[in-house]
Nanobody
Framework: QVQLAESGGGLVQAGGSLRLSCAAS????????MGWFRQAPGKEREFVVA????????YYANFVKGRFTISRDNTKNTVYLQMNSLKPEDTAVYYC?????????????????WGQGTQVTVSS
């Protein structure tokens, strides 16, 4: 069974950048699609971005297009989320998920494993 661990969150001013990492242990990530979701206080978990097993296909939520970039380094068993031009409304706990399928998905219920999350706070 895989264990996912997010890191890289923190406090940043609006307009700043952060890079989140999602490292896997227990087995390789290279066989499956991965995704990032986020949950703000009082709100449901929402889709941010996903990447296919091959890394060729990516899906982005409209509110992050042009600002966030997902990538994966299968040699390091890690998926990254580069976040630029951060806004206060990006404040949330960010979770990475693994989907036991090769294709990316924007639906959280299609993901099988989750990390514990990392807090991102963007000040105005």
């Amino acid at each position: 069974q895989v264990q996912l661990a997010e890191s890289g969150g923190g406090l940043v001013q609006a307009g700043g950048s952060l890079r989140l990492s999602c490292a896997a242990s227990g087995r390789t990530l290279s066989s499956y699609a991965m995704g990032w979701f986020r949950q703000a206080p009082g709100k449901e978990r929402e889709f941010v971005v996903a990447i296919s097993r091959s890394g060729i296909t990516t899906y982005y939520a409209n509110f992050v297009k042009g600002r966030f970039t997902i990538s994966r380094d299968n040699t390091k068993n890690t998926v990254y989320l580069q976040m630029n031009s951060l806004k206060p409304e990006d404040t949330a706990v960010y979770y990475c998920g693994e989907r036991l399928h090769s294709s990316a998905s924007s639906y959280s219920h299609e993901y099988d494993y989750w990390g514990q999350g990392t807090q991102v706070t963007v000040s105005s």
